[in-house]
């Protein structure tokens, strides 16, 4: 089995979202949750819980992101 780019789920204080999705990418995030679940040995996590933890490796694997990031702290604070 190949390895899936997410791992372990942390716990964390979440902010609260609503949002739409295509049923493609919602029977997509069950389908990665039973991967992920098979691959870590755990149980299938709900896909909302999926969502979050694939924003951030997303972003943090966009290099035109991570630039933009970089030149935005360079800047001095305008008051």
């Known amino acids: 089995m190949t390895k899936l780019k997410l791992g372990p789920?942390?716990?964390d204080k979440p902010a609260k979202l609503t949002i739409e999705l295509p049923a493609v990418v919602y029977r997509?995030?069950?389908a990665y949750a039973?991967?992920?679940a098979a691959?870590?040995?755990?149980d299938p996590v709900p896909p909302e819980?999926?969502?979050a933890p694939m924003?951030?490796?997303f972003m943090a694997t966009d290099?035109?992101?991570a630039k933009?990031?970089?030149a935005a702290k360079a800047e001095p604070l305008r008051v």
């Not at 691959?39 to 755990?42: P, Q, S």
């Open 39 to 42: 691959e870590t040995g755990g």
């Open 68 to 70: 933009h990031r970089r």
């Open 28 to 30: 997509d995030l069950v």
């Open 34 to 36: 039973a991967a992920l």
């Open 63 to 65: 290099r035109g992101f």
């Open 49 to 51: 819980k999926l969502i």
């Open 9 to 11: 789920l942390v716990d």
């Open 55 to 57: 924003l951030a490796r």
